[in-house]
């Protein structure tokens, strides 16, 4: 610390919280630690009795916290993403639209093993909406060296690390698999709690076929409709029982297959596949008809977003991927899929 007259003390760094009072009106912090001192300031301080401060004195190796905040807030700070004034050396991020908030991990965890950076964000790979926190900024002491920022700017490279995605998918065909329903047997309950869960993500079905068991017949129903949607799900027919033929007839109407299982309960039976033009199409299992959670809503952020899911990211669901079947369902607000 220096001991500095108040007229000069114009961009130094206060030492502790400076307490203004006028009576029957205010009492607190009118300047707080750390505060970098403007000419505006002078008077107030002069007012407050203030004639001399205890500053940090300035090293060109060293940042005060707020100018270390900024530069973490850079690292961080993608597309759609707005943020807070910097307060005590934190800034926070917040999402400017309804989308899918992206973490670059590896990134992320270098940063955060430099010392005495902190950037806290929420998990990865979930929908947010316009105006949720996403992430804090801050270094641990008042003032720290520079070199460490000059470390973490390294490892992030030319993009941030942060960044919320648009749900790019808008039309979405459904085909309801099996006899039962094709017949008019039973009521098809699976289609509205679809619709609704495709709604949230701003997709609207524009095409509902219903057809047998058939492979043949459901190939014909995917090969119609798919060029006309973002996105194919089929509904049904996705056991092992010898007429559930959906996931054969997703793969003769010419999708990759990525995965036909998934290591998450409920939601085992699911598939997901992608044909040529990259669209992706869906096998869903029964479960999405009646748990609210499930492996649809762990993988349907990221398809919604344009994102193409790979084998390994249905692997690592592994870890988190079974539902605990709370009496009242919290997700997504627990550990499922985390």
Request: proline share 4%.
């Amino acid at each position: 610390m220096k001991l500095i007259k108040t007229t000069e003390a114009v961009g130094h760094v206060l030492c502790h919280d400076l307490t203004r009072i006028i009576p029957n009106e205010y009492k607190g912090a009118r300047f707080r630690k750390g505060h970098i001192v403007t000419e505006e300031d002078i008077p107030v301080l002069l007012s407050m009795g203030k004639e001399n401060l205890y500053i940090w004195e300035k090293n060109e190796n060293m940042l005060h916290e707020n100018e270390a905040a900024e530069i973490l807030c850079q690292i961080c700070q993608g597309e759609n993403i707005s943020r807070s004034e910097v307060k005590e050396g934190k800034i926070e991020l917040y999402a400017e639209i309804d989308g899918l908030f992206r973490v670059e991990k590896e990134k992320l965890f270098d940063i955060n093993s430099v010392d005495e950076l902190v950037i806290a964000t929420r998990k990865s790979n979930t929908v947010v909406h316009q105006g949720d926190k996403l992430a804090g900024t801050r270094v641990i002491p008042l003032v720290i060296r520079k070199e460490k920022l000059i470390e973490a700017e390294k490892i992030a490279g030319d993009t941030p690390i942060l960044s919320v995605l648009p749900f790019t998918v808008k039309k979405a065909a459904v085909i309801t698999t099996g006899s039962e329903v094709f017949c008019g047997r039973i009521e098809d309950k699976f289609t509205p709690i679809l619709t609704e869960k495709l709604r949230s993500y701003g997709i609207e079905v524009v095409s509902h076929q219903k057809v047998d068991d058939q492979t043949e017949h459901i190939k014909e129903a995917i090969e119609t409709v798919r060029k006309d949607v973002d996105i194919v799900l089929c509904t049904g027919g996705m056991s092992v029982d010898p007429d559930d033929n959906t996931p054969g007839a997703i793969k003769q109407s010419g999708a990759d297959i990525v995965t036909y299982g998934a290591p998450v309960l409920p939601g085992a039976m699911f598939l997901l596949g992608y044909f040529d033009d990259g669209t992706p199409v869906l096998g869903l299992p029964g479960c999405v008809m009646y748990t609210k959670a499930t492996v649809f809503d762990l993988v349907m952020p990221r398809i919604a977003a344009g994102i193409r899911l790979t084998k390994r990211d249905f692997v690592e669901y592994g870890e988190g991927g079974l539902c605990l079947g709370c009496q009242s369902c919290h997700y997504p607000n627990c550990g499922f899929g985390k």
